[in-house]
């Protein structure tokens, strides 16, 4: 019986995801409305100061955006809330609520802790400045706004208590071909695996994302996907392009800062107002969180091994077709000079299956898709790792782009990577049907809210009208 047979019948563990420590710095405010100042401030408070690595700063930008939506919500009323829609009225301020939500979030309250109560020293004269500049018209609005993001982010705080966060450390199963171990040349272990445990912020249950798993190691579609990496994904490979070696690198930049970035120019380029901005920003921070621990479930629940550590030890896999290398190199190595070589470039350590920025990617792009309403928009991005520009024409050609960057970077087999994506759409689409409604298509009770969605099967997603460089 071959170790993948083996690992399917395994009892599922609770736990994981953690990819890889990079904190880098965010560029100066000079944002569209304030649900875009805020994220950039929180941005920077989660990644280049707290320093967390991807999956963990998915649920706490899941959480910052998910209580503005809900500030901003609660003045508009257009929309179904995700947890709370506080009393308002239409005059309150929008901007002050977003602000609060965002800080509080961040910070918290003397008697609920915030995500980063450390960081309130330098975060307060911040919100004070902000809340200090926004006009005060009608008399009293402000502090309305105030009073509405202090509520959002107190039920988020309470919402997110005992979630499972920083709990403990999934089981590693026993070694054996197929089962993976801590790489070279570091041979770290995940810093948070506990990610895949956290309760989800929209999907019932994590297990159900599960993916169909890695292929057997004697398998044809094992063969093709081993053979594809160890030459396109090597240190020394002579079939890989200059391109497709800048991408690889572009894209290991951590994966919520740049998507975050993206959305602050999609924002303005499509013109979004706050409160499409708001919704934008939760769906997609929310979607992420839930990939991250439907991914971080399914990498501890597989366990499988990176194409490092299957190159080098093909000799025991079983099949005939993998010929083992014992000094082969990944592109991401140490050795590959990177623009900041205060970060070096190496296999992330955690089970390659499935790639976390593939089911991060995943959830992102089908997100932008319903949300816009078209795959058909462009974009440019810069890269902290790289210090470069990509362009796209469409949305999806990013996630294919990623894709394809994971196994040029010789750190996941393609399979990884199709299905981290597949995990992330299942998320998006959960979203889409579930969440973030019209205010037509639901009720609120005193108890709880009623989806016509649900009873009905009507309402379709809201979508927005853009601007700009829509491409028929």
């Not at 200090?132 to 919402?159: F, H, K, Q, W, Y």
């Not at 159900?208 to 090597?234: C, H, I, Q, W």
């Not at 997609?284 to 990176?306: H, M, P, S």
Request: hydrophobic content about 40%; glycine content about 6%; charged content about 15%.
């Amino acid at each position: 019986m071959n170790a993948l047979t083996q690992f399917k019948k395994v009892p599922i563990l609770p736990l994981l995801i953690a990819p890889a420590l990079v904190a880098l710095a965010s560029p100066p405010i000079a944002c569209a409305d304030a649900v875009t100042d805020w994220n950039l401030i929180a941005s920077t408070a989660i990644v280049t100061t707290a320093g967390q690595p991807p999956p963990v700063s998915a649920l706490s930008f899941a959480m910052v955006q998910g209580a503005v939506y809900d500030a901003v919500n609660a003045i508009d009323r257009g929309h179904q809330p995700y947890l709370v829609q506080p009393p308002s009225n239409p005059t309150d301020s929008k901007e002050a609520a977003t602000a609060t939500a965002a800080f509080r979030v961040l910070v918290g309250f003397d008697d609920l802790p915030g995500l980063f109560p450390v960081q309130q020293p330098t975060l307060q004269p911040q919100y004070d400045t902000y809340i200090a500049g926004l006009p005060d018209n009608p008399p009293g609005s402000r502090a309305a706004g105030v009073t509405i993001g202090e509520a959002t982010a107190r039920a988020m705080l309470t919402a997110r208590l005992n979630d499972g966060r920083f709990g403990p450390s999934p089981t590693p199963y026993p070694q054996a071909p197929g089962i993976w171990r801590p790489t070279p040349p570091n041979f770290l272990n995940d810093p948070a695996p506990w990610v895949g445990n956290v309760r989800p912020f929209l999907v019932p249950s994590a297990e159900m994302l599960r993916t169909d798993g890695p292929n057997a190691l004697t398998s044809a579609a094992y063969t093709e996907d081993f053979n594809e990496v160890k030459e396109l994904g090597s240190l020394y490979s002579t079939t890989r392009t200059a391109d497709q070696t800048d991408a690889a690198i572009f894209w290991q930049d951590h994966a919520h800062a740049l998507f975050n970035r993206i959305f602050r120019t999609l924002a303005t380029s499509q013109g979004l107002d706050i409160v499409n901005s708001a919704r934008l920003f939760a769906m997609e921070n929310l979607a992420a969180a839930d990939a991250a621990i439907g991914c971080w479930n399914d990498k501890y629940y597989w366990q499988f091994w990176r194409p490092i550590t299957a190159i080098r030890e093909a000799d025991t896999d079983g099949n005939p077709d993998t010929q083992a290398d014992p000094t082969w190199l990944p592109l991401f190595d140490p050795a590959t000079p990177v623009c900041n070589p205060l970060f070096p470039l190496f296999t992330p350590p955690f089970p390659d299956h499935p790639s976390g920025h593939a089911c991060a990617t995943g959830a992102f792009v089908n997100t932008l898709q319903n949300f816009f309403g078209t795959d058909k928009i462009s974009f440019s991005a810069f890269s902290n790792k790289s210090c470069t520009t990509r362009s796209f024409e469409r949305f999806s050609d990013a996630l294919k782009e990623v894709i394809d960057a994971r196994v040029w970077a010789g750190i996941h087999f393609r399979t990884a990577d199709t299905q981290g994506a597949v995990l992330g759409k299942k998320v998006a689409q959960y979203l889409k049907k579930n969440y973030f409604r019209p205010a037509r298509c639901f009720l609120e009770g005193p108890l709880r809210r009623v989806s016509f969605h649900r009873a009905r099967g009507r309402c379709p997603p809201a979508q927005v009208q853009f601007r700009g460089n829509h491409r028929g």
